[in-house]
Nanobody, 125 residues
């Protein structure tokens, strides 16, 4: 089993920055991909950014490209999401996720085995 715990959410004004962290513990040897997803009120869950744990290759949703950066710190067993130039439409609950299977789109939530509890991000205009 893998446990994921997010932190770092909060409230910020438009144009500001936040950094989310996801602590990873448990049996992680089979984890091949990690990602951040978000769910805004009355919206479907959306893939934000993903990272291959071996190659460190990344992928981003068009809505966050150039503003968000996903990264991994193996020494600290942490996945991070640096969010800059935040917009009110970024307001959502953000979830960390991990998966063991490689095939399939990197930001397809149905492919992910493990999920954190989520952290709220609120961006005011």
């Amino acid at each position: 089993q893998v446990q994921l715990v997010e932190s770092g959410g909060g409230s910020v004004q438009a144009g500001g920055s936040l950094r989310l962290s996801c602590g990873v513990s448990g049996y992680t040897a089979n984890i091949r991909l990690m990602a951040w997803f978000r769910r805004a009120p009355r919206e479907e869950r959306e893939g934000v950014a993903g990272l291959y744990t071996n190659s460190r290759n990344t992928a981003y949703a068009d809505s966050v490209k150039g503003r968000f950066t996903i990264s991994q710190d193996n020494a600290k067993n942490t996945l991070s999401l640096q969010m800059d130039s935040l917009k009110p439409e970024d307001t959502a609950i953000y979830y960390c996720a991990a998966r063991e299977r490689l095939p399939g789109p990197i930001l397809d939530s149905q492919e992910y085995n493990y999920w954190g509890q989520g952290t709220q991000v609120t961006v005011s205009s």
